[in-house]
C-alpha cells in the first residue's frame, strides 16, 4: 500500500465516503422517518437525544479549551451559542425541549435524564470524553459527521408531518435550523481536517476518528431500538 498522502480532494472523498455508516440508515432511524414509529418510540427518542444535545456544547468547550489557535476559537464558539443560547436566542437546546413539548413530553421530564439509556449516555460521554483528551484537531475531525447532517434533518422535515400529524409542526424548528447551520459549520471543521492531516498515516487516522464518531451516533440507534423495539 502507497504512503503517499491523498490529495486534499480525494482525502476529502474518503471522509465523505464513510457517510454510508452514518445513522441515517440504522433500522430505528429509518422506522422514524418512514413513519413506523409509535408515540412511544418518538418520545424515547426524543427524551434520549436530549442527552447528546445538552452534552454538544461541552464538547465544543472541551476543544476550544484545548486549541491554541485563535482564529479556530473565535470560530468554534459560536457553536456553543448556537446551542446554548444568546441574547434574543433561546439556542438548539431550548429548541430540542420544544420538539419534546411537541411530542407530548414535559420539559421537566425530559431535563432530569431519568430516560436516558445506559448505552445512550456511554456513547455520549465517551465522546465528550473524547474531545477532552484528544488533540483539537483530532476533535474537530470527530465533528464531520455534520457532513451527513443536513440530509437527516431535511428527511425529518419531509416526513414527518406527514407521517406524524399530532406533532405540533413548530416543534420541528430544531431541524429547519440545522440544515443550514450543519453546513456552516461543516465547512470550517472540514476546512481544518484537510488542512491539519496532511500525511497519509494522519489522513488515515482522521478516518478512524470519524468511524469513532460515528459509530457514537450507531450505537446510541442501537441503545433505542434495544429498548424500544424496531418495527418492521
Not at 441574547?87 to 421530564?109: F, M, N, T, Y
Amino acid at each position: 500500500m502507497s504512503d503517499a498522502p491523498w490529495s486534499r480532494a480525494e482525502f476529502e472523498q474518503q471522509l465523505r465516503e464513510r457517510g454510508r455508516a452514518y445513522h441515517i440508515h440504522h433500522p430505528f432511524n429509518v422506522m422514524l422517518n418512514t413513519g413506523k414509529a409509535t408515540t412511544v418510540q418518538i418520545r424515547g427518542w426524543v427524551a434520549n437525544r436530549y442527552y447528546y444535545q445538552i452534552n454538544i456544547p461541552v464538547k465544543d468547550a472541551a476543544i476550544m479549551a484545548n486549541c491554541d489557535d485563535r482564529a479556530v476559537r473565535r470560530n468554534w464558539v459560536q457553536r456553543i451559542l448556537d446551542h446554548d443560547g444568546y441574547g434574543e436566542d433561546p439556542g438548539g437546546i431550548d429548541s430540542w425541549l420544544r420538539l419534546a413539548e411537541a411530542v407530548g413530553l414535559q420539559r421537566a421530564e425530559v431535563e432530569s435524564l431519568d430516560a436516558v439509556l445506559p448505552g445512550v449516555r456511554f456513547a455520549v460521554d465517551a465522546y465528550v470524553n473524547f474531545a477532552r483528551r484528544a488533540p483539537w484537531p483530532e476533535a474537530v475531525c470527530a465533528s464531520l459527521t455534520e457532513l451527513f447532517a443536513p440530509e437527516i434533518h431535511k428527511q425529518r422535515l419531509a416526513t414527518w408531518p406527514e407521517h406524524y400529524p399530532w406533532i405540533e409542526p413548530s416543534g420541528l424548528k430544531y431541524f429547519q435550523s440545522r440544515v443550514s447551520l450543519a453546513r456552516r459549520d461543516v465547512e470550517f471543521g472540514l476546512a481544518v481536517t484537510l488542512e491539519h492531516f496532511r500525511t497519509r498515516a494522519g489522513q488515515e487516522r482522521a478516518l478512524e476518528i470519524l468511524q469513532f464518531k460515528l459509530d457514537v451516533l450507531w450505537q446510541m440507534n442501537d441503545a433505542m431500538g434495544l429498548a424500544y423495539g424496531v418495527n418492521a
